[in-house]
């Protein structure tokens, strides 16, 4: 009997997480029903492991200040947004650098906006257009006033400008006007 170890009795108590002192409880428990919930402010956090997987060539570009994508030797047709496989006819893509000028396509001001970009709006996304390539890219734009956008914008030049630090997501790249506007 060696290996006997007496069983847990009692939990150790530690003062991390949530606690509670003085929580109301009437003495009469018909006034149960009546009680206000108890609410609780609680940190979250949770580390999500995940790979970009065929898109590492791009975040790795990003990183290194260049905006990859890939374009089909079958078929020639090049995507903003790289794709692995063409949509058009199925081929394996090859990767390619794409220029850091372009032009707008188009653009919304977005008033709302996720979590992350609640306390930037409002701001300015764009649809980025590079000659030779079929599809659009989704960016930021800085450098204007989203309360005073225009229709004028569309077709005008923009360049590429990219995070000192990246942070391996699409937003290390965001576009500035490549002339007054």
């Not at 692995?84 to 000028?101: I, R």
């Not at 734009?141 to 997501?169: C, E, H, Q, T, Y």
Request: contains cysteine; charged residues 20%; hydrophobic residues 35%.
């Amino acid at each position: 009997m060696a290996d006997y170890k007496e069983p847990i009795t009692k939990i150790e108590e530690t003062e991390d997480g949530t606690v509670l002192f003085n929580v109301p409880f009437p003495e009469d428990l018909s006034q149960l029903k009546g009680m206000s919930p108890i609410q609780i402010k609680q940190p979250y956090q949770i580390d999500y492991l995940h790979s970009y997987g065929q898109d590492s060539p791009f975040f790795a570009g990003l990183a290194n200040k260049k905006i990859i994508s890939t374009k089909c030797p079958k078929c020639g047709y090049a995507y903003g947004t790289p794709k692995f496989h063409c949509m058009m006819c199925g081929a394996e893509c090859d990767w390619v650098e794409l220029p850091q000028e372009a032009r707008i396509h188009t653009f919304t001001t977005c008033h709302f906006g996720s979590q992350e970009f609640l306390p930037q709006c409002p701001f300015v996304l764009i649809l980025v257009e590079w000659p030779g390539v079929d599809t659009l890219f989704l960016a930021r734009m800085v450098g204007v006033d989203p309360l005073k956008a225009s229709m004028d914008w569309v077709g005008k030049k923009i360049k590429a400008r990219f995070l000192r630090n990246s942070k391996f997501k699409p937003t290390d790249v965001y576009f500035v006007p490549a002339e007054p506007m």
